[in-house]
């Protein structure tokens, strides 16, 4: 089985990565063979600061690395290292459908948000961005692919795409398989929304404590007393969030005693500080090491990129050949 994922380097990750998509990610390595990259032609689509760039692909390495990618298992690399990957976009560019790409939420959404302040950040890399995910997904043959909810649809379109392809021109492409866990589908963030950057509501997985421990104690509560029981504890966000870092007994526990009554949201915000912390601690101290070291972690991506081009190249000569170029 072939897993492939790929994460933009357009901000430090948070939680909602790490336990939506890298945690299960770093799970599947031990069920196939894994492709994971840093996907930095994608956020060229929204970050416009070239040095920017260059620190957030370090930092992506070093956070994957330190979480438990294992490069000995898994093939890791930098999106850009393996250029046959724009050439197949071109490609599968032409037999995408205009409003099959019209439809993508993921475009509408930014779109939306990006029509008030500055139009021309609506590029047509933003409009093309899930054809470049298309030829990442079908160049190394991938069968499954770990992500969050709100990626499902973006791999529904390679699915289309390279159904449409192989129709027109014969079996070439593998048909690859979304991979959501449904307890983790949407992590939500501080404000009780789906946690992402563009809504300023992240935890992150590394950083400052003193930084960290503010968000987590800015986390959107009710007014309702301390004493007052609370029959929809299990909706509350510093559980939802406590159920992903602390040990199951402990989680079960905070959520009786705030669904009886009588336990305070600092007192639940400080425990669930406190579980976040542990819960990175061995990670946070490989990734002190491995942040010592950045040769090695150069080497890794090196590496990476040379295997993955390989298969890449296989891919793509198929490709072409069945389109008659
Ligand atoms: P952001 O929304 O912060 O920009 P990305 O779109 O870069 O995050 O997401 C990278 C990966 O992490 C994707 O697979 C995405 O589905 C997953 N992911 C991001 N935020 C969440 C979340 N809140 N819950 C679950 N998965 C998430
Ligand atoms: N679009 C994905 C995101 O923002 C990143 C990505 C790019 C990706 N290419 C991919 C994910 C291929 C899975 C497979 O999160």
Not at 60 to 85: K, T
Not at 96 to 104: K, S
Not at 129 to 137: G, R
Request: net charge neutral; hydrophobic share 40%.
């Amino acid at each position: 089985m072939r897993i492939l994922s790929g994460i933009q380097p357009s901000g430090a990750l948070h939680l909602g990565n790490y336990f939506g998509m890298m945690k299960p990610a770093i799970e599947l390595q031990a069920q196939g063979e894994a492709f994971y990259f840093i996907a930095d032609y994608h956020s060229m689509t929204s970050l416009f600061d070239a040095a920017q760039r260059r620190r957030n692909t370090v930092d992506v390495a070093l956070d994957f690395l330190a979480c438990g990618l294992d490069p000995r298992r898994s093939v890791f690399f930098r999106q850009s290292d393996v250029p046959e990957v724009a050439e197949l976009t071109w490609m599968l560019s032409t037999v995408t459908p205009m409003g099959l790409l019209e439809r993508c939420h993921s475009y509408k959404d930014k779109k939306a948000k990006l029509a008030g302040d500055d139009l021309d950040r609506v590029n047509h890399g933003l409009f093309a961005y899930p054809v470049l995910m298309a030829a990442d997904i079908l160049i190394y043959d991938s069968n499954v692919v770990p992500v969050g909810r709100d990626q499902k649809q973006h791999v529904e379109v390679t699915r289309d795409i390279a159904i449409k392809f192989n129709n027109l021109y014969g079996e070439t492409f593998v048909i690859p398989e979304p991979r959501i866990r449904d307890e983790v589908a949407v992590v939500p963030g501080t404000d009780g929304q789906k946690m992402s950057k563009s809504y300023g509501n992240t935890i992150e997985i590394f950083g400052e404590e003193q930084a960290l421990r503010k968000k987590v104690m800015s986390i959107v509560m009710d007014s309702r007393t301390p004493q007052e029981p609370k029959p929809d504890a299990e909706r509350n966000n510093a559980i939802q969030l406590l159920n992903l870092v602390a040990p199951g007994e402990v989680a079960r526990d905070y959520l009786e005693r705030l669904r009886a009554g009588g336990l305070g949201y600092g007192d639940l915000k400080k425990a669930l500080f406190g579980h976040y912390w542990d819960c990175f601690a061995a990670a946070r101290q490989r990734r002190a090491e491995l942040a010592s070291n950045l040769d090695h972690v150069e080497d890794v991506l090196r590496t990476g990129a040379e295997k993955a081009r390989a298969q890449a190249g296989v891919v793509l000569r198929r490709a072409k050949q069945a389109a008659g170029i």
